[in-house]
């Protein structure tokens, strides 16, 4: 999905507003002597952008223009350091609440909907992005905001909400915590609109029949508006994406060439029309494709494929790098063990040493079950991991992301 002469045009358009800026990025493009770009080879010379780039530019060094035609920041809490501070414009807060209503209408919800947002408002994009949506595409929002399952659960009953935006693990507590009440009878939910970590299959399954519900996995990162630039189709074959407001590449995240649609690589957004902060080239860190065809739902959109897991996400034990995905895969074919895994490393007498543990129910072997799954991870990595079952239930779940790699190795 090469660059077309519109996007090319869009993009000369936000190297001029940078330009003249002659902010953070406006000052990098002037010191290469980038004036604008023609062909698409010009455009895949242009330098990336990184997360500490935009933390270099902390607080308002990305903000591309005057000062007053900005009316809000959002912010993306670093794990380290400096968070990074993105000004919107009026447009830019307009066009967020477009593509994201775009998002419900794809998922099939409309202004009958009634929409309870799980969330957190504030200075993160998410509570706030599924709001505007909401209200853009005419449907009641219910603004929960994360937390208080108590609340969460009644508010549901009341109010009858149709639609839950949560993350797959507070929609995963929410959805057996229904079924421990009992309560699935006094709930109205039909679709889940689901945040983008990434989540596989089997979780996905368990959250869709325990409530009864489709689910949706919608795209998008603070840095780039927020959630809201992509969402999956009835068809379920990878997220649509807005490509009148973002360009996506991906690329081989070690050498930076830019990959053949189809091919698995890093996720490379540019902003095409926003304001208060363009982004040229910006690495994600998702790892991804791009979906080549057209989508048999028949809508015009191009498709990148779900989240695979994060070029950081990425394990070196033992020589070999190991994706958690590669282990998902693998435990998604035990139907005896839940969605719910965790990964720990750790360095025990001089060793490295990789844990999993999975969970399952108290009617299975737990020394027997733990050989089969090891077995069939060694031919997945390479090598043979330590297999620990638990009972269900007892890893933990969280209204955030669920962190299920834990590297022990290089603490005190
Ligand atoms: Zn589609």
Not at 95 to 119: H, L, N, S, V
């Amino acid at each position: 999905m090469r660059i077309n002469e519109k996007q090319i045009e869009q993009v000369n358009g936000r190297i001029q507003a940078l330009l003249k800026a002659d902010n953070f990025y406006g000052r990098r493009l002037a010191e290469r002597g980038i004036k604008g770009i023609e062909t698409p080879e010009d455009f895949e010379k242009l330098p990336f952008s990184e997360k500490d780039d935009l933390r270099n530019a902390y607080p308002l060094g990305l903000m591309t223009v005057p000062e007053e035609e900005i009316v809000r920041i959002h912010s993306s809490s670093g794990t380290t350091g400096l968070p990074v501070i993105i000004p919107y414009t009026r447009k830019d807060v307009e066009d967020w609440a477009i593509q994201f209503a775009r998002c419900y209408e794809m998922a099939g919800i409309t202004a009958k909907d009634r929409i309870q947002i799980t969330p957190g408002y504030g200075l993160w994009t998410a509570g706030i992005g599924f709001q505007a949506g909401a209200e853009r595409l005419g449907a009641m929002a219910v603004p929960m905001g994360p937390g208080n399952t108590e609340k969460q659960l009644k508010m549901m009953e009341d109010m009858k909400s149709t639609v839950i935006c949560a993350t797959s693990s507070y929609a995963l507590l929410l959805a057996e915590e229904i079924e421990k009440r009992g309560i699935r009878d006094k709930i109205h939910l039909r679709k889940g609109v689901i945040g983008s970590e990434r989540w596989g299959d089997k979780m996905r399954n368990t959250i869709s029949e325990k409530l009864g519900i489709e689910l949706y996995d919608i795209y998008g990162l603070t840095e780039i508006y927020g959630p809201g630039i992509g969402i999956n189709c009835d068809e379920n074959s990878g997220m649509h994406y807005w490509d009148d407001y973002v360009y996506i590449e991906i690329i081989d995240p070690a050498t930076g060439q830019v990959l053949p649609d189809g091919e698995e690589g890093e996720i490379v957004i540019t902003t095409l029309v926003k304001e208060g902060a363009p982004l040229i080239r910006y690495r994600t860190h998702d790892l991804s494709r791009i979906i080549p065809g057209r989508c048999s739902c028949g809508s015009p959109y191009p498709r990148i494929d779900r989240i695979k897991g994060r070029t950081d996400d990425m394990m070196k034990i033992h020589g070999v790098n190991v994706f958690p995905a590669q282990i998902e895969e693998v435990l998604k074919s035990f139907d005896e063990i839940s969605s719910e895994y965790q990964i720990r490393m750790s360095h025990l007498e001089g060793k490295d040493t990789m844990r999993i543990y999975v969970e399952t129910t108290g009617d299975v072997d737990f020394a027997d079950l733990s050989r089969r799954v090891a077995a069939k991870i060694k031919s997945a990595i390479g090598f043979t991991p330590l297999v620990k079952p638990v009972e269900v239930g007892l890893l933990p779940r969280n209204e955030k992301k669920t962190n299920r790699v834990i590297d022990e190795r290089y603490e005190d």
